[in-house]
Every structure is written in C-alpha cells, then in structure tokens.
C-alpha cells in the first residue's frame, strides 16, 4: 500500500546579506597614518606614499560620500577615506605595495578591486559606480515568482545576483524556481551554493534531499538529511515526511535509518514508530515492525493508522 507524504510548509524567500566589516574614520576625505580602522599604535600599512582620485558615476559626475576602503593586503588592516562633494578623495603616508580597495555607496553597487601604490608619485585613481537597481529586481523576481512566472522570476534573481554575488541567499531564491519546474539538478546546483554560506538551514538541507530524491541519488539525499541538526528540531514532521517519500519509493532501509533517528529525539512520535514498522514490512522483517506496531497503539490508540497498525499487527504471524 503506498504511503502519501504530507505536504510540508512553504519554505520561506529569505535572502541573507552580507555585512560589511564596520570601520572607524577620524578625519575627512584625505586619510593620514593616524587613521586605523583597527587602532593599532604601529600599523604595517604606514608610509610615505600618498594616493588621490575621484568616484564618478555613469554619468562622470562626481559621487559625494563614498566610502573608498585601503586595506593593506600584508596585514589585512588599513583604513577608509569618504569623497568630497566633487566626489575627490585622497589618502597620504600610507606605504607602497598591494592593497584591496573597496568602494560603497547607497544606492550602488560595491566595487572590489586589487590596487598597487608605489613609493613613488601614483596616477590618479579614477573609479566609477554604476547605480545599484537591486531591490526593484528582487521586487520584480519576487512578484514574477508569486504569479508562477519562474523564468523571468529567475532572471530578475540572476541580474540580482551578478551584481551582488555577495548576496547567497538569492540561490536560493534561484533553486526555488528549479524546483517548481522539476529541473531538480539545476535546483541542486543552486542549493549548494546556499548551502555553502548557510549549511545549517534545515529547509534548504530538506530541499536539497527531495531533489536527490527525485533523481534517484539515495545515498546524496541521505548525507543531507543526515546533516540536520535533529537535537535542534522542535517537530519530529520534517524526517518523517522525509522517511515517507523513501517509503513511497521502496527505500526502506534509509527509512529506517532515518526514522530510528527521530525515535531518538523524540521518543513519544506516533507516527515514527508506525512508519518504522512500516519499512521493516516492506523488508520482511516482520519480527521487527510488531513491536513498534504496539508501541504505536499504545501512544495513539484512536490515531488515524490506528486501524491500519491493528490489520498490520493481525498479518504478522
């Protein structure tokens, strides 16, 4: 008899961004040797060099109140100046070598560049930001994706994304819109890469094993579920439904496996027992389903398996 899985709760769009490093800036747009941003009394980045330029934006028109970051790449540390109302900057007795440069905004986007100051008279920096339309594309992908519209939803998130690769989460916005076609590799590809920046979401790890599922790949949607956090779970459902789609597809040892789990964190789950028992049944081994047959009728005797669970019993020789 099959079983059928209980529908699982949307999984929420949530797209997580990521913070900047928050600096302290004592002086205005021309930055000395006194300003750290990690207030170290002898800073590596000091010198005798000196560097100046202008932020624009696609226009050429100067940008003021931008924030240019130096960070000196042998330390790590450095320091950030803020542009002029022209959008002109400049840093002084700074020392020659390699540096990072980071340019933000409001409203643009973020430029990451590698920079070399030398000791000698360095050219003018010209950097240019391009206006950052993000949030009307989120807005858009996000109304496209409510209306089932999941190619241009993706696109929008894609525009999104190439803009902000810092933003992961929107991979995940990106294998949502995989799913609902049932291209699950390319919703798994896109899993990953959410997983990589949050591999303790358990929606995204349960996501990640249905689409293993659905390809048939066992062993890769068992070492998902197998990453959940099953002390940190308020509800036993998520690896019961879980269990229930290996059962529906005759997967009755990783069932098991995993159903042997929930019993573990939550000793009074009903269900957990009768699905158990349930899988052993399918892998003949009836000796082992009758008594989590019982230990079901005993924690839910008017449950909805209950008369099920009686007929299951009653086979069992």
Do not use: C
């Not at 300003?35 to 330029?53: H, L, T």
Request: aromatic share 8%; no cysteine.
């Amino acid at each position: 008899m099959p079983i059928h899985i209980r529908a699982a709760a949307a999984a929420a769009l949530i797209l997580f961004v990521s913070a900047p490093a928050v600096f302290a800036q004592r002086g205005g747009s021309g930055m000395r040797a006194g300003d750290s941003f990690k207030e170290k009394k002898v800073a590596m980045w000091r010198g005798d060099a000196q560097v100046a330029g202008k932020v624009v934006d696609e226009a050429g028109k100067g940008i003021p109140d931008v924030k240019v970051t130096f960070i000196f790449a042998k330390s790590n540390d450095g320091f950030f100046a803020t542009t002029k109302k022209n959008g002109e900057f400049s840093a002084k007795d700074i020392k020659d070598g390699e540096w990072r440069l980071q340019v933000e905004a409001p409203n643009f986007i973020t430029v990451r560049q590698p920079l070399t100051i030398l000791a000698s008279k360095n050219p003018p920096l010209s950097l240019s930001l391009k206006r950052d339309n993000s949030p009307e594309l989120l807005a858009k992908g996000e109304a496209f994706f409510k209306a089932g519209q999941n190619v241009e939803a993706r696109a929008e998130y894609m525009k999104v994304l190439e803009a902000h690769p810092d933003l992961t989460g929107i991979n995940r916005a990106i294998a949502f819109t995989y799913g609902r076609e049932k291209q699950h590799p390319e919703a798994l590809k896109y899993l990953d890469m959410a997983l990589v920046s949050n591999p303790d979401d358990d929606t995204l790890l349960q996501l990640a094993a249905a689409s293993a599922m659905e390809l048939s790949d066992y062993p890769r949607a068992m070492d998902y579920l197998g990453k959940i956090d099953v002390a940190a779970l308020t509800e036993p459902d998520p690896l019961v439904n879980a269990s229930m789609n290996l059962l529906n597809r005759k997967r009755s040892a990783e069932a098991i496996t995993l159903l042997t789990r929930v019993i573990g964190r939550f000793p009074d789950a009903a269900d957990a027992y009768f699905y158990r028992a349930y899988a052993s049944m399918q892998a003949s081994k009836n000796t082992e389903a009758k008594p989590d047959l019982e230990k079901y009728l005993e924690l839910a005797p008017s449950g909805p398996q209950a008369a099920q669970a009686k007929d299951l019993l009653a086979a069992i020789k």
